[in-house]
């Protein structure tokens, strides 16, 4: 039995050997491993330069001035009309995260032309009279401002966004007509209180420009328009309601920007052997 059993034996240990044998000649290869992209934590935060121009229209939210008589009291314009007007605008800001930043920007308001009218009783006797009155303003608007930008699309990024600041308001001197003969009334300036609310969309022009269309309503508010001159003054205004179509280009310093997103890093994923 057992001289049976050994030819057998023997041809499973020839078996066994030959196989050991083969995969030592062909050693397992494993496969490739898959790629793996990662993207790398990106830095948004960076100091950016801005420059602006805008097509403005304003209204004086009202008017009064002091008459002395007679009758003494207050008396408003019966018109009171602001032309249109365009500025130029400057500042510095600072891309705080991808989605908030933060600018103060300075804006010139170029001389824009007022036009109005009185309506009241003059001379002696009384009679009614009316007059026709023109000056002109043009200021400097000073103002800290934040955005919340709304992800960017295709490169274009929508934002809100609102500010807090003053004006420097300069009125012109005023001129009230009436019958022919004109009374000059200096013109006043003064710093005021202002704020404002804007909405738009930037647009990637390169990797660190960027084109910014936007609108901004402006609150102005109210202070002295003109000082006294015979025999009325000094006038005042409520304020300004000022509405703004804004165009302008933002300068990214350095290279963090989302119009230049960072590459995708390819990384391998260490080979496992079996």
């Known amino acids: 039995m057992f001289e049976t059993a050994r030819p057998v034996v023997a041809s499973l240990a020839l078996l066994a050997s030959t196989s050991v044998a083969a995969l030592a000649a062909d050693p397992y290869v494993p496969p490739p491993p898959p790629v793996v992209y990662e993207e790398p934590e990106h830095d948004y935060g960076g100091w950016y330069l801005r420059g602006d121009v805008d097509y403005h229209w304003a209204s004086l939210r009202s008017t009064h001035y002091i008459t002395y ?3 003494a009291g207050t008396a408003s314009f019966t018109k009171a009309e602001l032309d249109e007007g365009w500025s130029v605008g400057a500042g510095v800001g600072y891309q705080i995260t991808n989605y908030l930043r933060t600018d103060l920007t300075l804006d010139y308001w170029a001389k824009a032309d007022f036009n109005g009218m009185t309506t009241g009783t003059c001379g002696v006797p009384p009679a009614p ?11 400097l608007l000073i103002l800290a401002n934040a955005y919340v930008d709304l992800g960017t699309y295709h490169g274009i990024t929508p934002y809100v966004g609102a500010g807090i600041g003053g004006a420097y308001m300069k009125w012109h001197n005023l001129n009230n007509t009436i019958g022919g003969v004109t009374t000059v009334h200096k013109g006043a300036s003064e710093f005021r209180f202002a704020w404002a609310l804007m909405a738009g969309a930037s647009y990637c022009l390169t990797d660190n420009l960027e084109m910014d269309l936007g609108y901004r309503y402006t609150r102005v508010h109210g202070g002295r328009m003109f000082e006294y001159a015979p025999v ?3 006038g005042f205004d409520d304020g300004l309601n000022v509405h703004e179509a804004r165009a302008g280009l933002r300068w990214n310093l350095g290279n963090n920007t989302r119009c230049a997103p960072p590459p995708k890093v390819v990384s391998y994923p260490p080979p496992v052997y079996k």
């Open 232 to 234: 009325a003054g000094p």
């Open 129 to 139: 009279c009316m007059s026709t009155d023109t000056s002109a303003y043009h200021a």
């Open 69 to 71: 008589g007679p009758p």
